[in-house]
């Protein structure tokens, strides 16, 4: 059997993942002293750009499985929303407001958006276009 | 019939007297256990009522189970099942793997966001997590790993998991692919639960200081 080939999704969200990680990293070692934004936001603005990328090479993909990618990444969006928004109730209840809070949020949004993608496309990646399966 | 044969068109239509195993039996499974699910949303709900109310003991327990049980999870599978795992007959494998990945999907990314979850609140409430705490260093070190074990899961370890369940679903599942994705799984997991010593180091270092 010959193996397709795809874009380094896997890769890029990885990399993605990282930056965001580190932004946070990065905030949450500076508390409760005033963080310079400029680092968390070029961390940001760094996976976002990422994500983008990684949306543009799977929409330029011929042949997916892009019902099994919906079917899978709409679920898997559900509960990353879910564990995103108890991440950002916390971020709230410890009264974080300002530049940290944004910066947070939006890393929160990129997490959300990312994991439910990679998590759809290994599945998808594996599917014929066709509807196939009893799942 | 609830069982799907694995591989068994095209080794009995090529060649039915040379096959030397029978055809593999996928047993019937759920890819998220609905049980498992109702049981992570009454723990998500009783957490956020643990940081809603801030007190010490609720969110003691929740990090420090949770914890735990990531640790144990961790370290267990990546250490004792995986390479247990290695050693099974392709039959046994299959079984193994449909009752208990399913668990995993649920189990992993509740037990994980308690722990966090928990853990930060717990922190703030203390103030470990400020500059001013002596063992800041330390703090700072936990959130590194812990950062590092969160890419490696969420990217490469829930992916597999989840992909080999719906491969596992499909009416010929190649077995190629499944064991691709459940040496990816078998492999992050035994990193991450190396990386579990890392953490326990951490942790009994700020508990003993």
């Not at chain 1, 928004?85 to 990312?114: C, K, N, Q, W």
């Not at chain 2, 998220?32 to 998500?44: D, E, K, N, Y």
């Not at chain 2, 009416?171 to 639960?193: S, V």
């Amino acid at each position: 059997m010959t193996e397709r080939s795809f874009p380094p999704v896997t890769q890029l969200a990885m990399a993605s993942l990282t930056l965001i990680v580190a932004g946070g990293i990065y905030l949450s070692s500076h508390l409760p002293r005033p963080v310079p934004l400029g680092p968390a936001v070029a961390l940001l603005a760094a996976s976002a750009v990422l994500l983008a990328i990684n949306l543009a090479l799977l929409a330029r993909v011929e042949g997916f499985a892009w019902d099994r990618f919906f079917q899978v990444g709409k679920w898997s969006l559900l509960a990353y929303i879910a564990i995103a928004g108890m991440i950002e109730y916390v971020f709230l209840r410890d009264h974080l407001s300002g530049g940290p809070l944004v910066v947070l949020t939006l890393s929160l949004v990129v997490f959300a958006v990312h994991v439910p993608t990679l998590v759809g496309f290994t599945v998808a990646r594996y599917f014929d276009p066709a509807p196939v399966g009893r799942g | 019939m609830a069982d799907v044969a694995l591989g068994a068109p095209v080794a009995e239509a090529e060649a039915p007297e040379a096959a030397p195993h029978p055809p593999l039996q996928i047993p019937q499974f759920n890819i998220v256990p609905r049980v498992g699910l109702a049981i992570s949303v009454v723990v998500t709900a009783l957490v956020i009522v643990a940081i809603a109310v801030n007190k010490l003991w609720p969110l003691t327990f929740f990090h420090v189970g949770g914890g735990a049980a990531w640790t144990i999870i961790d370290l267990f599978l990546g250490l004792v099942l995986g390479p247990i795992m290695g050693m099974m007959s392709p039959q046994a494998r299959v079984e193994f793997t449909t009752r208990l990945m399913p668990k995993m999907v649920v189990i992993m990314p509740t037990v994980v966001t308690m722990t966090l979850a928990a853990g930060w609140q717990l922190s703030t409430k203390m103030g470990t997590n400020l500059t001013s705490y002596p063992q800041h260093g330390w703090v700072v070190a936990s959130f590194i790993v812990v950062g590092v074990m969160s890419v490696l899961a969420l990217g490469l370890l829930e992916p597999a998991n989840i992909a080999v369940l719906f491969e596992l679903k499909k009416p010929r599942p190649r077995p190629e692919i499944i064991e691709r994705l459940m040496k990816r799984f078998i492999y992050c997991a035994g990193i991450l639960g190396l990386m579990q010593i890392a953490t326990l180091v951490i942790m009994t270092k700020l508990a003993a200081s």
